[in-house]
């Protein structure tokens, strides 16, 4: 038992992307001892995808996020479009309920979201560290009791340990959880952020203010694969 009397945490959370953050802030808001262990530079500085935040999810954890969440647009319109190499059929749903707050889903930049998140958890009292990556879970028998970091005295213990590194979870894979993810099962999204003035956006989209539109696309651009790509509005891009 004596290993076991080194820095002791009552959760490690792996990873500050939107699930880490979640968990970590709730364990914490709990009054749990929560170290939170990611990666990058900062929460988000490795994270170059946009996204959809449905609100309902959000608001159960934090019900005021609204008031200070770096928010683009408020989405108030959705289109489906499906695409073949020179035409495409499609369909749109608008609604008005859609404008009115609360507003029900908006489109974020992760990279500004993840940090605004990251934020909330510290004042939750969590503690964070970034530039540092888990190498492996500590177990005893079967049970996970820590994580060894890639820094000198790393090892780390906690009686729960919150694995949130991704879909392709290197830690996971390593742990026995779950095997090789098969390339046949897995897409390379490529995303591409276009710059124009607010007001060519709003003219475009037929928007106003911080309204938004979603545009889901499956098909040829796809290449019947399962899921659709994406374009949607921020504020200026």
Same mark, same amino acid.
């Given at each position: 038992?004596?290993?076991?009397?080194?820095?002791?945490?009552?959760?490690?959370?792996?990873?500050?992307?939107?699930?880490?953050?979640?968990?970590?802030?709730?364990?914490?808001?709990?009054?749990?001892?929560?170290?939170?262990?990611?990666?990058?530079?900062?929460?988000?500085?490795?994270?170059?995808?946009?996204?959809?935040?449905?609100?309902?999810?959000?608001?159960?954890?934090?019900?005021?996020?609204?008031?200070?969440?770096?928010?683009?647009?408020?989405?108030?319109?959705?289109?489906?479009?499906?695409?073949?190499?020179?035409?495409?059929?499609?369909?749109?749903?608008?609604?008005?309920?859609?404008?009115?707050?609360?507003?029900?889903?908006?489109?974020?930049?992760?990279?500004?979201?993840?940090?605004?998140?990251?934020?909330?958890?510290?004042?939750?009292?969590?503690?964070?560290?970034?530039?540092?990556?888990?190498?492996?879970?500590?177990? /005893? @028998?079967?049970?996970?009791?820590?994580? !060894?970091?890639?820094?000198?005295? #790393? *090892?780390?213990? %906690?009686?729960? +340990?919150?694995?949130? /590194? @991704?879909?392709?979870?290197?830690?996971? !894979?390593?742990?026995?959880?779950? #095997? *090789?993810?098969? %390339?046949?099962? +897995?897409?390379?999204?490529?995303?591409?952020?276009?710059?124009?003035?607010?007001?060519?956006?709003?003219?475009?989209?037929?928007?106003?203010?911080?309204?938004?539109?979603?545009?889901?696309?499956?098909?040829?651009?796809?290449?019947?694969?399962?899921?659709?790509?994406?374009?949607?509005?921020?504020?200026?891009?």
């Amino acid at each position: 038992m004596a290993r076991h009397a080194k820095e002791k945490f009552d959760a490690i959370v792996v990873g500050a992307g939107p699930s880490g953050n979640a968990a970590a802030y709730t364990m914490a808001q709990a009054g749990l001892k929560v170290l939170q262990i990611e990666r990058g530079e900062y929460p988000g500085s490795k994270n170059v995808q946009g996204a959809i935040l449905y609100a309902d999810a959000l608001e159960r954890i934090i019900p005021d996020f609204r008031d200070d969440a770096p928010l683009e647009r408020h989405v108030i319109e959705q289109r489906v479009w499906v695409l073949d190499d020179a035409s495409f059929v499609g369909t749109h749903f608008r609604s008005d309920d859609y404008n009115k707050p609360p507003y029900n889903r908006y489109t974020i930049i992760r990279a500004q979201f993840d940090k605004w998140f990251s934020s909330k958890v510290r004042e939750a009292g969590a503690l964070l560290i970034c530039e540092t990556t888990v190498e492996e879970l500590l177990l /005893d @028998g079967e049970r996970v009791v820590g994580v !060894r970091c890639d820094r000198i005295g #790393g *090892e780390v213990y %906690a009686d729960v +340990v919150v694995v949130a /590194d @991704g879909v392709n979870s290197t830690l996971a !894979r390593k742990a026995g959880l779950h #095997g *090789e993810i098969q %390339a046949s099962n +897995v897409a390379l999204a490529v995303k591409e952020i276009l710059f124009m003035p607010e007001e060519v956006i709003q003219q475009r989209f037929n928007v106003k203010d911080e309204e938004g539109v979603v545009i889901e696309m499956m098909g040829s651009v796809t290449e019947g694969m399962v899921g659709t790509g994406f374009l949607y509005t921020n504020r200026d891009s």
